[in-house]
């Protein structure tokens, strides 16, 4: 008889990120849950670095296959033919796991029988730091938005009895940021998500249209206090800074004017350069842009509703 699989099977597709997947996978491993397997698979990377990293790579209980580059769905389907855990977590190539991850999500899964997955909150790392929060994970937001984490463990039986990863690369956005958030790609998503599941979209349609709704609000909200940010506290900020520009300028030219102004004129120098380089400086350049040109479209306006002379 076969050795039982372990509890859950971590699932890493890597196509040219051989600068991250040794932190990924790191991650796993300093877990507190340790009943677990690793399959890496090398979706056809094309990167030398990666290549290296992967035809070297030996971590305990880990696999590494290799494939032609079929994107990231097929990159995972085929990680999850040779899993042999009950459970499934996708990790990212470029993504980490809390070390408590496994520990805390499938003790939820251990409990309740009924449940497919347990997804959590998102921290980013690295050029940005901020925690996605997402309150709700009901069916009628599920079907609105996908608010649920890429490495959720999931039942194996329940990837399996949906047919796994949908492949199709005509779907290929809602996995990558940049692309995802162009138009046609996002309609085309959709379009092919409401053919599919048309039935249930039709059953939840009042609540994801309501969902829609609110987060549409919401967005109008978040746009409303900019704009009062704009009438209120940029013009005040803006105001101080050319001030203090203005007076450093006129102090360098004061100094100028004298004959022994070597030191002085370098240590005035050193001040507005250090005021340009400054933080506050830096963060409201896009104010002042952005002000500007607020200026200029409110000028337009308002010559426009004066009409010609």
Request: proline fraction near 5%; charge should be neutral.
């Amino acid at each position: 008889m076969s050795a039982p699989g372990p509890a859950v099977s971590v699932i890493v597709p890597c196509y040219n990120l051989g600068a991250y997947v040794e932190e990924a996978l790191d991650s796993v491993l300093a877990q507190t849950w340790q009943d677990f397997e690793i399959i890496v698979v090398d979706d056809g990377s094309t990167d030398p670095h990666t290549n290296a990293v992967l035809a070297a790579l030996e971590r305990p209980r880990t696999r590494v296959l290799t494939t032609e580059n079929r994107g990231l769905p097929a990159a995972r389907n085929h990680a999850i033919r040779h899993a042999r855990g009950r459970y499934v977590c996708a990790l990212d190539a470029d993504d980490k796991l809390h070390p408590r991850f496994l520990e805390k999500t499938l003790a939820v899964l251990e409990r309740d029988p009924s449940l497919a997955f347990v997804s959590t909150w998102i921290e980013c790392f690295g050029t940005e730091q901020w925690i996605w929060r997402q309150e709700r994970c009901d069916f009628p937001t599920l079907l609105a938005e996908c608010v649920v984490l890429t490495a959720s463990p999931v039942r194996r039986d329940a990837l399996e009895a949906v047919g796994g990863y949908d492949a199709e690369r005509y779907l290929y956005g809602s996995e990558e940021r940049r692309v995802g958030e162009r138009p046609a790609i996002r309609l085309r998503v959709w379009r092919s998500l409401l053919e599919k599941h048309r039935q249930t979209y039709q059953r939840y349609l009042p609540d994801v249209l309501l969902r829609m709704e609110d987060d549409c609000g919401g967005l109008l909200l978040e746009n409303s206090r900019i704009e009062r940010e704009l009438h209120t506290r940029l013009p005040s900020l803006l105001a101080e800074r050319v001030a203090e520009r203005d007076r450093l300028h006129a102090e360098l030219r004061a100094r100028a004017s004298r004959t022994d102004v070597g030191p002085e004129l370098a240590a005035a120098r050193a001040e507005v350069a250090a005021l340009r380089a400054s933080w506050s400086w830096k963060v409201t350049a896009p104010l002042r842009l952005g002000y500007e040109g607020w200026l200029a479209v409110r000028s337009r306006l308002a010559a426009g509703r004066r009409g010609p002379a």
